[in-house]
């Protein structure tokens, strides 16, 4: 069963950056693309970005232009350079296959004060 191990969080304040890991199980990527997700207090959880196998990256237009998403296949790794942070950006950061699996993490809590 595949499982996520996701790590990086913290505090930081408006305008700084933080980077998101997040260890994964299987040979998942090899198949599905790769996502990170969102949950923002009171908000149901939302996509942020997608790397695919070839390398194809989707991102959310919240975040196009100071988030990235990259990978390293022989750590089955997956990380979110977060840049120009705002305090809407704070919420528990999940990675996960897209489209997910039933199974999560337990997330990452990312905190930006303004």
């Known amino acids: 069963q595949v499982q996520f191990v996701e790590s990086g969080g913290g505090l930081v304040q408006s305008g700084g950056s933080l980077m998101l890991s997040c260890t994964f199980s299987?040979?998942?990527?090899?198949?599905?693309?790769m996502g990170w997700y969102r949950q923002r207090p009171g908000k149901q959880r939302e996509l942020v970005a997608t790397?695919?196998?070839?390398?194809?990256?989707y991102y959310a237009d919240f975040v196009k232009g100071r988030f990235t998403i990259s990978r390293d296949n022989a750590k089955n790794t997956v990380y979110l350079q977060m840049n120009s942070l705002k305090p809407e950006d704070t919420a528990v950061y999940y990675c996960?296959?897209?489209?997910?699996?039933?199974?999560w993490g337990q997330g990452t809590q990312a905190t930006v004060s303004s």
């Open positions: 996960n296959r897209d489209p997910p699996a039933s199974v």
């Open positions: 790397m695919t196998p070839g390398g194809m990256n």
């Open positions: 299987g040979s998942i990527f090899s198949v599905y693309p």
